[in-house]
């Protein structure tokens, strides 16, 4: 049972590159989430998705976007990237009850040089 | 609109010592209250949850949190860390109203000390 999977790991980007983070999970989960963690600021969400084809803003969405075809998976897109960006991001999913808690993934640690 | 203070960054503790995390929360609505430990270049786990019942709830690893609603906290608790503890600590408030949005605590770094 994988649960939450993200890739890549770790990724270095330049100022003004483009990437997408990957996020999948096979629980048949019908929400998604990002989530990026700073030092000091904990985890601050990104946007989410409450099924597929329905994509909602988060506390901090500039610089990122997310689609959400599939119920699996849910990527996350910089653009163009800032060294701003750099923090470690988390994806999460849940089965959308008020009463379940977030599945995390692993984490993927970007740097923006 | 909801928030969530955890009131201590960092907490050293000795081996085999009792320790609380503390949490507060604001909310216009019911919540649900969570904990959440992240181990080092690792993802968050669920520790335990409040959702209804019982104020005292028992999570994994021997931690236990009480929920206090009128002082509208969710402090976390374990009668005795191991080494093992060593992690970061998530306090989340989800809102119980609509649509699934979790906040979190900015997290508690607990270190125990040999």
């Known amino acids: 049972n994988a649960g939450v999977t993200q890739t890549p790991k770790f990724q270095v980007l330049k100022t003004g590159q483009s990437m997408t983070l990957q996020c999948a999970q096979d629980m048949n989960h019908e929400y998604m989430s990002w989530y990026r963690q700073d030092p000091g600021m904990g985890l601050r969400l990104i946007h989410y998705s409450v099924g597929a084809g329905i994509t909602d803003q988060g506390e901090v969405p500039n610089g990122y976007n997310v689609s959400r075809s599939t119920t699996e998976d849910f990527p996350l897109r910089l653009l163009s990237a800032a060294p701003s960006q750099t923090s470690v991001y988390f994806c999460a999913s849940s089965s959308g009850r008020n009463n379940s808690p977030l599945h995390f993934g692993n984490g993927t640690r970007l740097t923006v040089t | 609109a909801q928030s969530v203070t955890q009131l201590d960054s960092q907490v050293p503790v000795f081996e085999e010592a009792p320790v609380e995390l503390r949490c507060n929360y604001s909310?216009?609505?019911?919540?649900?209250l969570f904990w959440y430990v992240q181990y080092p270049n690792q993802g968050l786990q669920l520790l335990l949850k409040y959702l209804s019942g019982s104020t005292l709830v028992k999570g994994i690893n021997g931690f236990e949190a009480e929920f206090n609603k009128s002082q509208t906290s969710f402090h976390l608790r374990k009668p005795s860390v191991h080494i093992s503890d060593t992690a970061e600590y998530f306090c989340?408030?989800?809102?119980?109203?609509?649509?699934?949005?979790?906040?979190f605590g900015i997290g508690t770094k607990l270190q125990v000390i040999p």
């Open positions: 909310s216009s609505v019911s919540v649900y």
């Open positions: 989340a408030v989800m809102n119980s109203g609509g649509y699934q949005k979790v906040t």
